[in-house]
Every structure is written in C-alpha cells, then in structure tokens.
C-alpha cells in the first residue's frame, strides 16, 4: 500500500489550503484514514480521522470548526481542507491508513504512512 500526499505549501495568516492523499495497491473492504502534524521539535499529534462510510469525522481541539476531513471512497482519496490557517498550524502533515476499519486519534493503530507535505504558515 502507498500512501501519496499532496496540496502542501506556504500560506499566509488567514489563509486557506487543501491536503489530499491517495492510497494505491491493495484494497480493504474496510478501512479508515486520518491526518496527523508534527511541528518543528514536537511529537507528532492527531489532527482528524474519518472512516470509509464517511458517516463520522473526529478532530483534534485545536483544529475543529477550522479543518473539513473528507474521502472519496472510489477513489480511495482522503482530504483535509484547513481555513483560517495560523503560524501553530506550521508543521509536516502526514495521513494514515488503518485497515481494520477502526476510526482512531491513536497513531499507533494505523497501519500506513505518508511522507508527509510541508505546511507552513507565515504571520
């Protein structure tokens, strides 16, 4: 399975951006894909997860109201539209697969992993 992020870049205070990732090789009747961050010098922390029904979408606090997780089960593609974007939202974005179909905050019950797109966010 490889996981290919995308849409990363420097934004401005205020500003917005859209991160997708794609997962190709095999499938999973069911799975589930997150977005986690790690900023300069931090561990890296939850951001938000959605299940392949789409039925439910879990944030972290500092994200939720600002950041829309999304999947496009067809196309095994997983979004993450970030607004009002702030300079702490600076960091490496990765996005994980769990293929047991299990909707986490916990890194480490994710199966796959991105390289990860730089996001930076100038004040």
């Known amino acids: 399975v490889q996981l290919v992020e995308s849409g990363g870049g420097l934004v401005q205070a205020g500003g917005s951006l859209r991160l997708s990732c794609a997962a190709s090789g095999r499938t999973f009747d069911m799975y589930a894909m997150g977005w986690f961050r790690q900023a300069p010098g931090k561990g890296r922390e939850f951001v938000a997860a959605?299940?392949?029904?789409?039925?439910?979408?879990y944030y972290a606090d500092s994200v939720k109201g600002r950041f829309t997780i999304s999947i496009d089960g067809a196309k095994r593609t997983v979004h993450l539209q970030m607004n009002s974007l702030n300079p702490d939202d600076t960091a490496v974005y990765y996005c994980?697969?769990?293929?047991?179909?299990?909707?986490?905050?916990?890194?480490?019950?994710?199966?796959?992993w991105g390289q990860g797109t730089q996001v930076t966010v100038a004040s």
């Open positions: 994980a697969l769990n293929v047991r179909g299990i909707t986490t905050t916990l890194e480490h019950l994710y199966d796959y």
């Open positions: 959605i299940p392949w029904s789409a039925n439910s979408q």
